[in-house]
T-cell receptor, first 113, second 112 residues
Framework: NAGVMQNPRHLVRRRGQEARLRCSPM?????VYWYRQLPEEGLKFMVY????????ESGMPKERFSAEFPKEGPSILRIQQVVRGDSAAYFC???????????FGPGTRLTVL | KQEVTQIPAALSVPEGENLVLNCSFT??????LQWFRQDPGKGLTSLLL?????REQTSGRLNASLDKSSGRSTLYIAASQPGDSATYLC???????????FGGGTRLMVKP
C-alpha cells in the first residue's frame, strides 16, 4: 500500500505564474488535508476536503488559492499569480473515512523567483 | 483558538541520554494528539497517536504521555541515538475529521 504521494516534489515558478500541486491519498482514504510550512515557521492548516466537497477552508487565503478533490484523480491545490511570499513547503495528508491518524506525503517545495 | 507550544525549541544531547520533549495546548477539549518526526527537507513521519481517553502510548524507545486536563503531553526518548536527530512536532485535533494544529517543533541533535 503506497503512502501519500505528492508531485511535483520541487516546483519553481516566476511571479505571476500559476502553481498546481497534486496529492494522491493512500488507498482507501477519502479525506485530504493541505498544510503549508513557511520558512522557519510551523505547519499551518489550509483546507480539508472529502471527495468532491470542501469541508473546511478556513486556513486558506481568500484570493489566488483554490483546492479540489474530484471523484476521480488526485487532489489539486492551485495557486494563481504566485508571489514570493507563497514560497513554502506544501504538505498533503490523508485519513480513512473512519479513523484518526493523518498520514503525510513528502511535500512539494515551491520556490517563487 | 487552540495554540500549541513546544519547549524547548532546540535541544542538543550526547548519545545515550534519555530525554523529554514537552508539548502544551491551550484548549483541553481535544480528540487526539499526534507526535511526528520531520527530517530536514522531508515530510512528516507519524510516531505516536494518543486518543483523548488514553494516558500514554509506547513504540520502541518512544513513550508519549497525555494529561488532557492540564493541556500537556510529553515525548520520552530512551537511550538517544544520532539517528534520532530531527525536528519533533506535536499536533492536536479537536474533532474526528478535523484538522491538526501544530506546535513549532523541537529541533533535536544527538551527538555521537
Amino acid at each position: 500500500n503506497a503512502g501519500v504521494m505528492q508531485n511535483p516534489r520541487h516546483l519553481v515558478r516566476r511571479r505571476g505564474q500559476e502553481a498546481r500541486l497534486r496529492c494522491s491519498p493512500m488507498k482507501g482514504h477519502s479525506h485530504v488535508y493541505w498544510y503549508r510550512q513557511l520558512p522557519e515557521e510551523g505547519l499551518k492548516f489550509m483546507v480539508y476536503l472529502q471527495k468532491e466537497n470542501i469541508i473546511d477552508e478556513s486556513g486558506m487565503p481568500k484570493e489566488r488559492f483554490s483546492a479540489e478533490f474530484p471523484k476521480e484523480g488526485p487532489s489539486i491545490l492551485r495557486i494563481q499569480q504566485v508571489v514570493r511570499g507563497d514560497s513554502a513547503a506544501y504538505f498533503c495528508a490523508s485519513s480513512p473515512p473512519v479513523g484518526n491518524e493523518q498520514f503525510f506525503g513528502p511535500g512539494t517545495r515551491l520556490t517563487v523567483l | 483558538k487552540q495554540e500549541v507550544t513546544q519547549i524547548p525549541a532546540a535541544l542538543s544531547v550526547p548519545e545515550g541520554e534519555n530525554l523529554v520533549l514537552n508539548c502544551s495546548f491551550t484548549d483541553s477539549a481535544i480528540y487526539n494528539l499526534q507526535w511526528f518526526r520531520q527530517d530536514p527537507g522531508k515530510g512528516l513521519t507519524s510516531l505516536l497517536l494518543i486518543q483523548s481517553s488514553q494516558r500514554e502510548q509506547t513504540s520502541g524507545r518512544l513513550n508519549a504521555s497525555l494529561d488532557k486536563s492540564s493541556g500537556r503531553s510529553t515525548l520520552y526518548i530512551a537511550a538517544s541515538q544520532p539517528g534520532d536527530s530531527a525536528t519533533y512536532l506535536c499536533a492536536v485535533r479537536k474533532d474526528a475529521g478535523n484538522m491538526l494544529t501544530f506546535g513549532g517543533g523541537t529541533r533535536l541533535m544527538v551527538k555521537p
